[in-house]
Nanobody, 120 residues
Framework: QVHLVESGGGLVQPGGSLRLSCAASGKIFSIVAMGWYRQAPGKERELVADINSGGGTKYADSVKGRFTISRENAKNTVNLQMNSLKPEDTAVYYC??????????????WGQGTQVTVSS
């Protein structure tokens, strides 16, 4: 019933910027939190950043000061502005959301992933 669709990935040079977006659609009663994870080849999936219903944010230490997560509540959308990109940021980035589909039921949902490649 709920779908998350990511966009904005691509190939950029070191020091460049990308903006990822993720839109949630379907039967959504309310959103608890939305966030971004990433998985590089041979590595575990890790949290990059998330933002909760009150606007509070968390960031991985490796991206603090470079990435900014934000919401567009009217569109059920979360964005990730990525600046000063490094080759180490290369990964598949996944959008995730914890949301209520009814007043007393919540679940976690995942997008299909979008590739971010930082290379000269």
């Amino acid at each position: 019933q709920v779908h998350l669709v990511e966009s904005g990935g691509g190939l950029v040079q070191p020091g460049g910027s990308l903006r990822l977006s993720c839109a949630a659609s379907g039967k959504i009663f309310s959103i608890v939190a939305m966030g971004w994870y990433r998985q590089a080849p041979g590595k575990e999936r890790e949290l990059v950043a998330d933002i909760n219903s009150g606007g509070g944010t968390k960031y991985a230490d490796s991206v603090k000061g470079r990435f900014t997560i934000s919401r567009e509540n009217a569109k059920n959308t979360v964005n990730l502005q990525m600046n000063s990109l490094k080759p180490e940021d290369t990964a598949v980035y996944y959008c995730s959301s914890r949301l209520y589909t009814d007043y007393n039921r919540w679940s976690d949902y995942w997008g299909q992933g979008t590739q971010v490649t930082v290379s000269s």
